[in-house]
Each structure stands twice: as structure tokens, then as C-alpha cells.
């Protein structure tokens, strides 16, 4: 199974990431989880993290706690999507495990240096400011990292929170600069792939329909998170944005991508946190990560459903 390190700001399709990582047992092995300030502020993406983690019956798996505001920008949250709790939707129980005493940055500095060289992948779905500091304080670890597979950015689709941006990287976009620059391989989740992962009323009902409490869960979450899109967008439903990234891991042939240069805007007021994806390759800047396009929906909500099923 793969080693990964899931680093996310919960969030409801947080959430269904997390729980499609830890139903996947023979696919991926989750090492911990480290949260970031993103969606809503730290503490409850680090009590959101465990609840999840409970919610699947795997209270032995280490949350930690890393930055709580982005490295120099003042934090920019979302409760106007995910509810002032970032998980709104089901009533689930606070956490009883316990959140580790060790910083999260000092857990994936540590993980990395300990794992051997090229074994482990990060999976940010959150704003980078927790992997762009541990690369800044031990820049050794950026040739030990096997991949980095990310939620973030936009090319066709642009802007989710600036018209020119999308959330995870407008938060913290000299963050996103940082790693996007740190030479490890990288696979991008972008907008354009996400919304076309849309919870319909049929995926959703195949949550429900298993009967089980974390089946109910997610289908409670999604009614709650595709309300926004829905309201705002008359969208069919929502964008699953973060399980695209773990889908990947397990099934990457339900996507299809570019391996092209990415640039991150972190001057200009206007644009801040756009992806300056070079798509057409009309530069002759080099390519440094492999930024998706497509997605079969079907195929991966049949995957989503078949492995949460298990849980
Ligand atoms: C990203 O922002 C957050 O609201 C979601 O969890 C996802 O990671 C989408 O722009
Ligand atoms: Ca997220």
C-alpha cells in the first residue's frame, strides 16, 4: 500500500477523502493526518480531522495540528459553504482521541526523514501553508518526497473565491508558490476536474441507501454542501472536490491531465492565487506538475461508493 500524509482543512469533501483513504486499507496507508487553517479556523479542522476519523472506526490513526493562518496573509475561511463548524450537515459526536502533542509540520519533516527516500506521498487538500513550511525548515526532505497530489488551482473553470482564483490557493498562495517551485512530482486537482465530479440526487441516494452510519454521514454532508452550489449556481449539485485527489491514487486512470508548467500569482490584488497554468505549452518554462483536465464522473463515484460502503 502506498505511505501518505493527508494534510486537509475539514470540510465535507475533506471528509469523504479521508474516509475513501481510510476504506482503501490495501491501496493506501494513511500515516496521519495533518490539519491546516483553511475552510474554518485550525482548532476545528484538527477536532473535524478526528471526528472523521471516529466517524470510520480508526481512532489509532495520528492527527496533528500545524499552522493555524497562512505564512503571511491574514486567514481567509468558508463557512459560507461548509456551515460555521466546517462539517455542518450530520449531528456527529465531538472527538475522544486524543490530537497529538507534535506539530504537523514536525511530523512530516519527521515521516519523511524516517520513511525511506521516494515511499511517501503528500496529499494536500487544504492551503499549502503546512507542506511549505516543512520545506522551508528542512529543504532536504523535497528530494525524499515521492509525490505531491493536490486539490488546487484552476485553468478553464478560474476562480471559486476570486474570479481569478480558486480557494486552497488564494488562502495561501506564497505557500502554493513554495511548492509548486520544490522540484518533487506533482499531480493537480484542479477545478476543471472537480466540477465534474457533481453529486447528483442518484449519488448521493447510494450514500444513504447503505444504511450505515457513515453512509448517512456523507450523504447528510453533501445535502448541506450542495446547497451552496445549488442556490448560488443552480448547479445539479456539488463539486466533491477532495476525493479526487485519494481516487487518483487508487484509480488514476479515471483521469486524464497535462504534465505542463504551473505558476502562482502572489502580486497582483486582482488576480492573487491564480494557477498560471501553461496549458498550450506556449512558454518554454519547464513543466513541473501534471495538471488534470478530466474525469470519468460515473467511474469515480462508483469507486467512492464501493469503498465507503466498506466502512
Ligand atoms: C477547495 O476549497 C475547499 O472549500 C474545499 O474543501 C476544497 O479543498 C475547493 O476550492
Ligand atoms: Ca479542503
Redesign the pocket.
Known amino acids: 500500500a502506498r505511505k501518505i500524509i493527508i494534510d ?7 471528509a469523504v477523502a479521508i474516509l475513501l483513504a481510510l476504506a482503501s486499507p490495501d491501496d493506501i496507508d494513511v500515516l496521519g493526518i495533518t490539519a491546516v487553517a ?2 474554518v479556523p485550525l482548532a476545528l479542522t484538527a477536532k473535524n480531522a478526528r471526528i472523521v476519523c471516529e466517524l470510520a472506526g480508526k481512532r489509532n490513526v495520528p492527527v496533528f495540528a500545524g499552522a493555524d493562518r497562512p505564512l503571511i496573509r491574514t486567514l481567509r475561511t ?1 463557512e459560507h ?2 456551515g460555521d463548524s466546517g462539517l455542518n450537515g450530520p449531528a456527529l459526536p465531538d472527538p475522544t482521541m486524543p490530537l497529538q502533542d507534535m506539530h504537523a509540520v514536525d511530523f512530516i519533516i519527521h515521516t519523511l526523514r524516517r520513511e525511506a527516500p521516494g515511499t511517501v506521498t503528500l496529499c494536500p ?2 492551503p499549502l501553508t503546512n507542506i511549505a513550511l516543512a520545506l522551508e525548515k528542512a529543504p532536504d526532505i523535497a528530494a525524499r518526497i515521492a509525490h505531491i497530489v493536490l ?2 488551482g ?1 485553468y478553464f473553470e478560474v476562480g ?2 476570486t474570479p481569478a482564483a ?4 488564494y ?1 495561501d498562495p506564497e505557500a502554493a508558490r513554495t511548492v509548486f517551485a520544490c522540484g518533487a512530482p506533482i499531480t493537480v486537482m484542479p ?1 476543471d476536474v ?1 466540477h465534474k465530479a457533481l453529486t447528483t440526487r442518484t449519488r448521493v441516494d447510494a450514500f444513504r441507501d447503505m444504511g450505515t452510519p457513515v453512509g448517512r454521514a456523507v450523504a447528510e454532508w453533501t445535502d448541506f454542501f450542495e446547497r451552496f452550489d445549488k442556490q448560488k449556481y443552480a448547479s445539479p449539485g456539488a ?1 466533491l ?2 476525493p479526487c485527489v485519494i481516487a487518483w491514487l487508487i484509480k488514476p486512470e479515471l483521469f486524464k491531465g497535462r504534465h505542463i508548467n504551473v505558476e502562482i500569482e502572489c502580486e497582483s490584488d486582482l488576480t492573487r492565487g491564480m494557477t498560471v497554468a501553461d496549458w498550450w505549452g506556449v512558454t518554454d518554462r519547464t513543466p513541473n506538475a501534471t495538471f488534470m483536465g478530466d474525469v470519468d464522473a460515473d467511474g469515480f463515484f462508483a469507486l467512492l461508493t464501493e469503498r465507503i460502503a466498506r466502512l
Do not use: Y
Open positions: 486537509t482543512d475539514p470540510g465535507q469533501d475533506d483553511g475552510n468558508a459553504v461548509h487538500l487544504g486539490m488546487g484552476a471559486n473565491i480558486e480557494f486552497n490557493i488562502v477545478l472537480t463539486p472536490h477532495d
